[in-house]
Structures are given as structure tokens and as C-alpha cells.
């Protein structure tokens, strides 16, 4: 007869799982589940054929840009849906159209795109073919003839210079009665300037011609205004062109006495 085997329990090793482990195991097993979930979350929202953009709305103050043949560049360079598309693609290509100096996207749900466009703004003609904007960029496009803006001139390199020179002139001017039209500097740093009345009279001429040294323009001008402002003012017929380049004094020409013209006060 066959003995029965006993096996003492108490010889058999217990397995024991530290805490930890049983932690960490459970961390990843809901990272992993998380991570499922994400990535068919994002299956979803991205996929093509799900929440396509299907209105293209155009903002802004874009006077010289068409509308239409834009709205079709967005919608030709649309390559994803709502979540998908690649804002800064259009962006770039949008700069690249005449007149246009920014552009803003923004997503409206549930299927718009919204483009604000900025164009360039013009404040004053540089040479003969361009003209310069409001954030000092020089732009070659067409503009309506005669239209109302200063003209400068001068080298490339010199618009940041040169612009806010116009602006302080043109303040000191006004306020003796002239309006400063043209400001140019030379490659020999000369600046030369056309001035023209503010008031305009019966048979005297518009203004007269100044020239002026780069390397002190701002202290030969206050002098000059300082000791002329009265005839300036009383005899606006009589100063042809003024030449402030000399160190001690400056020369004046003047035009014809029959064209001297005398104000009343």
C-alpha cells in the first residue's frame, strides 16, 4: 500500500511583491490606457475628413489687396482641418502678395478661418520709384498720381535717419508758417530742403530752397529761424535760397522785387 506524501507547508518560501513594484506596475498600465485614449483622440480630431474649414472670413483694412484672389490662396493652401492645418504655411505665403505687411489667423469654431491682413501704409515718397511706410520699410508699388505725401531722398541706408530728421523739421517749420515738401540728402551729406508757405498768397511765389551740412544741420537751422523768423514771416515773397553751410554765417538770394510781396499785420 502507497504511503501518502505529506508536504509541510511550512517548508515552501512565500512570494512576496514589494508594494512598490505593484505601484509602479499599475502607473504604467494606466499611462499606457492614457495613452490610448490620446492617440485616438487625436486620430479623431485630425483626420481629414472631420472638421474641415469650410469659411474663409477676410478682415481688416485692405483697400489695394483683391479679396476674392485671396480667400483662394487661403483655401488652395488649407492642407489639414480645423486642428491640423499649418497656420504659419499661409502666413508666409500670404506676405509674399503685393501690399500685405501683416497677417493674423485665428480658428473660429466650429469651420472658420479668420485672416486679418494689414497692408502697407504710405507717409512719404523716397526718389522717384518708391516710397516709404509707417514701420520704415521702403515699398516699390504703384501709388495714385499726385498724391499728398512728402518726398525724401537720400541713400537706402539712411531711412532710419532721415525720417525722423523730416519729422522734427517739418514741427520747427510749421510753426513759423512753412510747410517742409521735399528733404533730401546728398552722398556728400547735404541736406537739401524745399519749403512753401502755409498761407498761400496773390502773386508770391511758394517758398524757397535751403541747404544745410549734415555734421551741425540742427544748430545752423535754430540760428537761422531764430534771427530771420520776421522776415519770414512779413516778406514771404522775398528768400529764394538759403545756403547755412558756412561756419560763421550763412548766404541768401533773393527773387526779383517786383515779386516781393510784404503782409499786412
Do not use: C
Request: charged share 25%; net charge neutral.
Amino acid at each position: 500500500m502507497t504511503k501518502a506524501m505529506h508536504i509541510d507547508s511550512t517548508t515552501i518560501p512565500t512570494l512576496r511583491v514589494d508594494p512598490k513594484w505593484k505601484l509602479v506596475v499599475g502607473l504604467i498600465g494606466l499611462l499606457i490606457m492614457l495613452g490610448l485614449v490620446v492617440l485616438l483622440i487625436t486620430d479623431g480630431l485630425y483626420n481629414p475628413r472631420q472638421f474641415n474649414i469650410s469659411k474663409i472670413s477676410l478682415t481688416g483694412d485692405a483697400a489695394h489687396v483683391d479679396r476674392d484672389s485671396l480667400r483662394q490662396s487661403v483655401v488652395e493652401m488649407i492642407d489639414g482641418n480645423y486642428f491640423s492645418l499649418d497656420a504659419n504655411k499661409i502666413i508666409k505665403a500670404l506676405h509674399t502678395l503685393p501690399w500685405v505687411e501683416k497677417v493674423r489667423l485665428r480658428r473660429q469654431w466650429p469651420d472658420t478661418l479668420m485672416v486679418d491682413i494689414e497692408e502697407f501704409q504710405p507717409i512719404a515718397l523716397w526718389g522717384e520709384d518708391k516710397w516709404l511706410t509707417t514701420t520704415g520699410k521702403l515699398v516699390a508699388l504703384p501709388l495714385p498720381p499726385n498724391v499728398a505725401l512728402p518726398r525724401l531722398s537720400g541713400p537706402s541706408s539712411e531711412v532710419d535717419q532721415l525720417w525722423p530728421k523730416y519729422q522734427k523739421w517739418a514741427s520747427l517749420f510749421a510753426r513759423n508758417g512753412l510747410r517742409l515738401s521735399k528733404l533730401n540728402l546728398s552722398p556728400q551729406h547735404l541736406y537739401t530742403l524745399d519749403l512753401e508757405y502755409t498761407t498761400r498768397l496773390e502773386n508770391a511765389v511758394k517758398g524757397f530752397t535751403m541747404i544745410l551740412s549734415e555734421a551741425n544741420a540742427d544748430s545752423q537751422l535754430n540760428a537761422f529761424l531764430e534771427s530771420r523768423r520776421q522776415a519770414l514771416i512779413e516778406y514771404p515773397g522775398l528768400i529764394k535760397a538759403v545756403d547755412l553751410r558756412y561756419p560763421s554765417g550763412f548766404s541768401v538770394s533773393l527773387y526779383e522785387p517786383e515779386k516781393l510781396v510784404k503782409t499786412d499785420k
